[in-house]
């Protein structure tokens, strides 16, 4: 069976880094398209970013842009979301998502097939 399964999560101080790992297993996900959503208590969830199959091009929401790195290893069927410059209000449960289609909306949540079970990241002002 297919999952996705992301680790990396935790409690840490404003200004300080995180990086997320999403590891794939029952199937390659490597010519899948990639994304990142967040979700914090009592808000909608929200689309991070995204990076295509090579991992050549990635695309990121305004708030994290030159904060937040997106990259992947296809050798270990794993992404990987680097967040730097943390801010309290990154606080969230981080899950990664994966589309087979990359003609799809990147922000959309129903456009992605495969979900992870989140891991939460705590930011401490």
């Known amino acids: 069976q297919a999952q996705l399964v992301e680790s990396g999560g935790g409690l840490v101080q404003a200004g300080t880094s995180l990086r997320l790992s999403c590891a794939g297993s029952?199937?390659?996900?490597?010519?899948?398209?990639m994304g990142w959503f967040r979700q914090a208590p009592g808000k909608e969830r929200e689309w991070v970013g995204a990076?295509?199959?090579?991992?050549?091009?990635?695309w990121y929401t305004d708030s994290v842009k030159g904060r937040f790195t997106i990259s992947r290893d296809n050798t270990k069927n794993t992404v990987y979301l680097q967040m730097n410059s943390l801010k309290a209000e990154d606080t969230a449960a981080y899950y990664c998502?994966?589309?087979?289609?990359?003609?799809?909306?990147?922000?959309?949540?129903?456009?992605?097939?495969?979900w992870g079970q989140g891991t939460q990241v705590t930011v401490s002002s």
């Open positions: 029952g199937r390659t996900f490597n010519n899948y398209l």
């Open positions: 998502a994966a589309s087979r289609n990359h003609g799809i909306v990147l922000y959309a949540a129903r456009a992605y097939e495969y």
């Open positions: 990076i295509n199959w090579s991992g050549d091009r990635t």
